[in-house]
């Protein structure tokens, strides 16, 4: 088993290279192409089932409609304007073995857009992996994996002085009434539900297909 895996990882790598787009440095084309096998392994050893659930459905004791937060082209999105709709948070990275996500990302958005609302933070919070500008990341998004649902202007989603208001409120069960949990790594993600109650934590093992929406 052990042997197998690694000759599809190296058939893989091999593909990377041999795909490279142009708009994609090799690093980026061999990601994406190990991808696949990245999940695989993840599910293999159990750890795409890395999630914290409020299971007793938990009030948060701040509103998550108070907050708003910048968006990639410098407006400002209130998110009072998202009463009703179920919104999924993702801390994402351009240099990433999990950058493949923007493109299940965007599947929802695509499937569920009348009901879910799919937000980006890009931040360089792990390992340099998202050094862009806000600029070269929307067109990095768009030209490689469609993105067409909402980015935020880049900024720290993990805990310290510069947490982004949105994360402080996400990892603070004064504030959200349960989870204190910050991402693991990029393409962590937190479901909100229609009501504004923090359903759910789910590290970057999980897919975003695998994320209950209905």
């Known amino acids: 088993m052990k042997r197998t ?23 980026q084309s061999i990601l994406k192409a190990a991808y696949p096998i990245i999940m695989f392994m993840g599910k293999l050893t159990g750890q795409s089932k890395n999630s914290l659930l409020n299971k ?15 968006k990639n082209n410098g407006d400002t999105l209130h998110f009072s304007e998202l ?8 801390n994402t990275a351009s240099d990433c073995g999990y950058t493949g996500q923007y ?7 695509q499937l569920y857009g009348d009901r879910l609302v799919v937000i980006g933070f890009p931040a360089n919070d792990f ?14 998004c768009k030209v490689n ?12 989603v993990i805990k310290g002085a510069q947490q982004q208001p949105v994360y402080v409120w996400l ?8 989870c204190n949990k910050e991402p693991d790594w990029n393409f962590s993600k937190y479901l909100i539900n229609e009501n504004g109650l923090l359903e759910g934590y789910y590290s970057q093992w999980v897919s975003p297909k695998d994320i209950p929406i209905n």
């Open 171 to 178: 990892t603070d069960p004064i504030k959200n009434g349960w």
């Open 56 to 70: 007793d459905q938990v009030k948060p004791i701040d509103s998550f409609y108070d907050l708003q937060a910048v």
């Open 103 to 109: 493109e299940e990302l965007e599947q929802l958005h």
């Open 145 to 156: 994996y469609g993105v067409s649902f909402q980015l935020m202007k880049k900024g720290q």
């Open 83 to 90: 009463k009703g709709k179920k919104v999924l948070l993702v």
């Open 5 to 27: 895996i690694i000759m599809i990882v190296a058939v893989l790598v091999v593909a990377g290279l041999l795909i490279k787009k142009p708009q994609m440095t090799w690093k």
């Open 127 to 140: 390992k340099d992996q998202e050094k862009k500008s806000d600029v070269d990341i929307a067109a990095f």
